[in-house]
């Protein structure tokens, strides 16, 4: 089946600096999403991607869809302490159903 | 305008019991699907329906879960003979069309916590 890295498994940051985290999937996907999880909360989500190379921004957010269709980042600028939070790369290949990485526990620091 | 609903939103059974899980879509949603997240790890997707159609269950334990999506009423997963561990949480997620760009955009509930005792 479908496998997906995600890394870092964590981060610990200062408040105002920049987060930079990655996804890659042993095989090809036709889309990307980038969710985040509060704790005892649902995911929800913060960027599409559809198309190979597309890059999309979303407030402080800005998603990358890799040109090989096998990789995708996530960053988030001049972090705030209510980025705080699990942070989940989701993709799909030929399935409909997504396949999701493993998580990013972000903590920013004041 | 509600998102995905899932109820009950804490469940405790013990060793033995049934669980069933409830969710009902976002309006206009007629697909859903069923993902289960241990501690402190991904979603891992159990299985995804239409109205009164299992699409695809390739995720699902092939003995005590089952799945339903009735003709009227919520989405049910139905846990039997619940053991330690499906101690979970378990979240639904719906989306709008089978095809294009946004078939594969999910919209996930509050999630289902279950433990078992």
Known sequence: ?110 | NAGVMQNPRHLVRRRGQEARLRCSPMKGHSHVYWYRQLPEEGLKFMVYLQKENIIDESGMPKERFSAEFPKEGPSILRIQQVVRGDSAAYFCASSPQSRGSGANVLTFGAGSRLTVL
Not at chain 1, 7 to 13: A, L, R, V
Not at chain 1, 16 to 23: A, F, I
Not at chain 1, 73 to 96: K, Q, T
């Open chain 1, 1 to 110: 089946g479908q496998q997906l890295n995600q890394s870092p498994q964590s981060m610990f940051i200062q408040e105002g600096e920049d987060v930079s985290m990655n996804c890659t999937s042993s095989s090809i996907f036709n889309t990307w999403l980038w969710y985040k999880q509060d704790p005892g909360e649902g995911p929800v989500l913060l960027i599409a991607l559809y198309k190979a190379g597309e890059l999309t921004s979303n407030g402080r957010l800005t998603a990358q869809f890799g040109i090989t269709r096998k990789d995708s980042f996530l960053n988030i600028s001049a972090s705030i302490p209510s980025d705080v939070g699990i942070y989940f790369c989701a993709g799909s290949g030929s399935a409909r159903q997504l396949t999701f990485g493993s998580g990013t526990q972000l903590t920013v620091l004041p």
